[in-house]
C-alpha cells in the first residue's frame, strides 16, 4: 500500500516512521511520502492561506497550492496503477469506523489532505471528486486544530489491517468492532502476570484451562463493557450471530 500525505507540518507525521507504521514501512509493506505543501508555493513567505471571501473568523487555505500539490502527487503514479482514495480529514466529514478502515485497508493507494486554519478552499475538493475517489472524514464529534492527528489515527487504524502488517499473534480478529459475532462489541478486560497484584488476583475461569469456558467469560465481559459504556452499539449486535458464537464456545 502506499500512503501520500501532504502536509504544512510534515514533523508531524513523524510517528509514521516509528511502531507499528514504521515497521511495516522498513518491511516494504507500507510506502509512506509526506509532502510540505509550502513546496508548492512562490512566494517569498511559501504563503498557504488567505482571509475568508463573506468574512467571518480564521483564515483558509488557498487553492492553487493544494491544486499543484495534488496534480503532482496524483501525477505521480505509473499509468497503469490504480487510482488512489483522496481521504480528506474535517469535522463535516462521515464518522471514521472500523468499517471503513477496513474498506480502505483493501485499497492500494491512499492519498491524506490533513488542512490547518478553517479548512481548505471548497473549490478544491470539487475539483478532485471529478477525478478521483474522495472521502471526506471524521474521527470523532470534537473540534481539533487540524487535520494530522487524523491522519495519524486513520492511518495505524487502517494499516493494522493490511496483510503481514500484523504478526498471527497480534491477530486483529478479537478486535473491538471486528466482524463477526464480536462486530460491534467492546474489547473485556485484560491480565497478565504475576498472579497476585497488591492483593487483587486473577479470574478463575482464566486460569482454568477450559477454553469454552474462557471465550464465554470473555464475550460475557465485552457484552457488560459495551452495555455500560456503549449501549448504542449493543443495539446494532446481530442476536442470530452472538447465538451461533455461543454455539460455537
Ligand atoms: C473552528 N474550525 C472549524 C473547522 C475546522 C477547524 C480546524 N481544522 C482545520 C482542518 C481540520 C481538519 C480536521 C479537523 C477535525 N476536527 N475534529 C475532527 N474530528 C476532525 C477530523 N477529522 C479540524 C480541522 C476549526
Given at each position: 500500500m502506499r500512503i501520500d500525505v501532504v502536509t504544512?507540518?510534515?514533523?508531524?507525521?513523524?510517528?509514521?516512521?516509528?511502531?507499528?507504521?514504521?515497521?511495516?514501512?522498513?518491511?516494504?509493506?507500507?510506502?509512506?511520502?509526506?509532502?510540505?505543501?509550502?513546496c508548492w508555493t512562490h512566494d517569498k513567505h511559501h504563503t498557504v492561506d488567505d482571509t475568508p471571501?463573506?468574512?467571518?473568523?480564521?483564515?483558509?487555505?488557498?487553492?492553487?497550492?493544494w491544486g499543484e500539490a495534488l496534480d503532482e502527487v496524483l501525477g505521480s503514479a505509473a499509468a497503469d496503477a490504480a487510482p488512489p482514495v483522496?481521504?480528506?480529514?474535517?469535522?463535516?466529514?462521515?464518522?471514521?469506523?472500523?468499517?471503513?478502515?477496513?474498506?480502505l485497508s483493501a485499497r492500494p493507494w491512499l492519498v491524506f489532505t490533513?488542512?490547518?486554519y478553517e479548512g481548505i478552499d471548497r473549490r478544491v475538493i470539487e475539483e478532485y471528486y471529478e477525478h478521483v475517489?474522495?472521502?471526506?472524514?471524521?474521527?470523532?464529534?470534537?473540534?481539533?486544530?487540524?487535520?494530522?492527528?487524523?491522519?495519524?489515527?486513520?492511518?495505524?487504524?487502517?494499516?493494522?489491517l493490511v496483510p503481514g502488517v500484523l504478526g498471527n499473534a497480534e491477530s486483529h480478529r478479537d478486535d473491538s468492532f471486528a466482524a463477526g459475532a464480536m462486530a460491534d462489541l467492546l474489547e473485556g478486560p485484560v491480565y497478565t502476570k504475576p498472579p497476585e497484584w497488591r492483593?487483587?488476583?486473577?479470574?478463575?475461569?482464566?486460569?482454568?484451562?477450559h477454553h469454552g469456558r474462557i471465550a464465554r467469560w470473555r464475550r460475557d465481559q465485552a457484552l457488560a463493557r459495551t452495555s455500560a459504556n456503549r449501549p448504542d452499539l449493543i443495539a446494532r449486535c446481530d442476536p442470530a450471530a452472538l447465538d451461533k458464537h455461543d454455539r460455537a464456545t
Amino acid at each position: 500500500m502506499r500512503i501520500d500525505v501532504v502536509t504544512i507540518f510534515p514533523e508531524y507525521l513523524e510517528p509514521l516512521n516509528v511502531s507499528l507504521v514504521g515497521k511495516a514501512r522498513a518491511r516494504g509493506l507500507l510506502d509512506v511520502r509526506v509532502h510540505d505543501l509550502r513546496c508548492w508555493t512562490h512566494d517569498k513567505h511559501h504563503t498557504v492561506d488567505d482571509t475568508p471571501y463573506g468574512g467571518g473568523p480564521g483564515m483558509v487555505m488557498k487553492p492553487e497550492p493544494w491544486g499543484e500539490a495534488l496534480d503532482e502527487v496524483l501525477g505521480s503514479a505509473a499509468a497503469d496503477a490504480a487510482p488512489p482514495v483522496l481521504i480528506v480529514p474535517t469535522p463535516s466529514g462521515r464518522p471514521f469506523d472500523q468499517e471503513l478502515a477496513v474498506e480502505l485497508s483493501a485499497r492500494p493507494w491512499l492519498v491524506f489532505t490533513p488542512a490547518r486554519y478553517e479548512g481548505i478552499d471548497r473549490r478544491v475538493i470539487e475539483e478532485y471528486y471529478e477525478h478521483v475517489d474522495v472521502r471526506e472524514v471524521s474521527v470523532g464529534d470534537y473540534v481539533l486544530a487540524g487535520g494530522e492527528a487524523p491522519v495519524l489515527v486513520m492511518v495505524e487504524a487502517i494499516a493494522r489491517l493490511v496483510p503481514g502488517v500484523l504478526g498471527n499473534a497480534e491477530s486483529h480478529r478479537d478486535d473491538s468492532f471486528a466482524a463477526g459475532a464480536m462486530a460491534d462489541l467492546l474489547e473485556g478486560p485484560v491480565y497478565t502476570k504475576p498472579p497476585e497484584w497488591r492483593g487483587r488476583g486473577i479470574p478463575e475461569v482464566l486460569l482454568s484451562g477450559h477454553h469454552g469456558r474462557i471465550a464465554r467469560w470473555r464475550r460475557d465481559q465485552a457484552l457488560a463493557r459495551t452495555s455500560a459504556n456503549r449501549p448504542d452499539l449493543i443495539a446494532r449486535c446481530d442476536p442470530a450471530a452472538l447465538d451461533k458464537h455461543d454455539r460455537a464456545t
